[in-house]
């Protein structure tokens, strides 16, 4: 079991950028697959992207590709979402998710989850 925890979710204007962070507990960090999703409100919980355990190798949605960044550092047992270029549709609340070994764009696959961080965009 992972335990996660996100943080660097605000409020910002169009065209702006935010890096979101997500700390995980696990001492076997660099074997679970991490990924980021978001949730609007009245919708669902939608992928925005994940990478692979040795951070080689990342897979977005189409909604992030060009403007989000998906990375991590093992050696500190976090990833990374950046997202520039940020959009009013972008706003939601923004969960990072772990599972072991292959990525997976399917909310229901990932066994851990961190609490969410919001992120609101101004037009």
């Known amino acids: 079991q992972v335990q996660l925890v996100e943080s660097g979710g605000g409020l910002v204007q169009t065209g702006d950028s935010l890096r979101l962070s997500c700390a995980a507990s696990?001492?076997?960090?660099?074997?679970?697959?991490m990924g980021w999703f978001r949730q609007a409100p009245g919708k669902a919980r939608d992928f925005v992207a994940n990478i692979d355990p040795s951070g080689t190798s990342a897979d977005y949605a189409d909604s992030a590709k060009g403007r989000f960044t998906i990375f991590r550092d093992n050696t500190k047992n976090t990833v990374y979402l950046q997202m520039n270029n940020l959009k009013p549709e972008d706003t939601a609340v923004y969960y990072c998710a772990a599972r072991l070994f292959v990525r997976s764009r399917m909310y229901n696959e990932y066994s851990d989850w961190g609490q969410g961080t919001q992120v609101t965009v101004s037009s």
């Open positions: 696990a001492r076997t960090f660099s074997t679970y697959v």
